[in-house]
């Protein structure tokens, strides 16, 4: 569907901005975006977010006064929070208009695979004259907060727990202006440095897949995390499936010198690597530790968790 089409059903583009994204990127691109749009005569209204869960808010508003696209300029975390705008309290879908995503954050790991697949409208914006929509997998997972009580979370990229949820912590206390790809470098290494591995047990679609010492378990739609780590090569955003990439009991200095090979997706071969496929996963700690689950980037809370895939969820905009 071109985005011609898509415009004589609806009147709105909704741009919602984090505007401290990337360092300050988002903001700095942001009137490159307003000229683009005016100059393609596209009726659009910017919304910029304030505080943390802002954008959700932004996106749920926007959605019910009949916004037609939902352009998000940020990063992971911002489409992150955008896209909790497509289910309820319960973790159910509900209807929304086509996603565009503006790439403008530290990590970039779903933009990273859209511009892979061109499915990304970029800061120059040719894409809107030629867009189509693109089906694009939601996932949703149940963890529990701080005092146990389960809540669910839609993902687009990837939901683990493991190590990431310490480097997604260090990355966030971390200097910014490092880039994506260094400040994720750094905060693995120096997490790798102190971290334990912890047992836990996974199935998959019901079937159990592994139980044991665990450095990482990713559930991946996209295949990047961590400011470009090619950590699960083979999965699909769009083919009903979530893949799982289990790291097991690997030594402090056996992942520091294999590392690197995750950049280049060339880790699935290893013998403390375990992957596999399906549409529902499940994931329980078998120690007492608390075991923080990244969602996107962000990590809103802890093992145990389930975690399930609505094929075509959502539309992508695409170039």
């Given amino acids: 569907m071109a985005l011609d089409e898509v415009r004589g059903m609806v009147m709105r583009v909704s741009v919602i901005v984090n505007p401290g994204a990337g360092a300050g990127r988002a903001r700095r691109i942001l009137p490159k975006l307003r000229r683009r749009l005016e100059g393609l005569g596209v009726e659009h209204e910017i ?24 352009a998000v300029l940020g990063g992971d975390g911002t489409l992150n929070e955008v896209c909790q705008a497509y289910i309820d309290a319960s973790g159910a879908l509900l209807e929304g208009p086509p996603l565009a995503l503006v790439p403008a ?13 061109g499915a990304a409208i970029t ?30 979370r839609a993902f687009v990229n990837v939901a683990s727990a493991g190590i990431s949820g310490e480097v997604d912590e260090r990355v966030e206390r971390g200097p910014k202006w490092l880039g994506g790809k260094a400040a994720f470098l ?35 739609n996209g295949q990047f995390l961590g400011g470009g780590m090619h950590i699960a090569p083979e ?43 399906g549409r529902r996963v499940s994931v329980r700690p078998l120690g007492t530790r608390p075991i923080l689950v990244d969602v ?4 809103p809370g802890f093992l145990p968790l389930t975690a399930q895939i609505f094929p075509s969820a959502l539309r992508l905009a695409s170039a």
């Fill in 123 to 152: 800061h120059e914006f040719d894409g809107w004259n030629t867009a189509t929509l693109r089906p694009l997998d939601l996932g949703v997972v149940t963890l529990n907060d701080e005092t146990g009580a389960p809540f669910h």
């Fill in 105 to 117: 954050g530290t990590g970039g790991d779903f933009a990273r695979l859209c511009s892979r697949r």
């Fill in 186 to 220: 750094l905060a693995t290494v120096t997490a790798a440095l102190s971290y334990r591995n912890e047992p836990l047990e996974l199935e998959i679609d019901d079937r159990p897949f592994y139980r044991g010492p665990v450095l990482l378990t990713a559930i991946a």
């Fill in 296 to 299: 996107d980037g962000e990590t």
């Fill in 235 to 277: 999965a699909d955003f769009a083919d009903g499936l979530l893949d799982v990439i289990c790291v097991g009991d690997v030594s402090r200095a056996r992942f520091l010198n294999l590392f690197p090979l995750v950049y280049r997706g060339a880790h699935l071969g290893l013998d403390v690597v375990r992957a596999g496929r």
């Fill in 47 to 70: 919304l910029e977010t304030r505080h943390r869960g802002h954008a959700t808010e932004l996106a749920r508003r926007a959605r019910d006064s009949g916004c037609g696209v939902l």
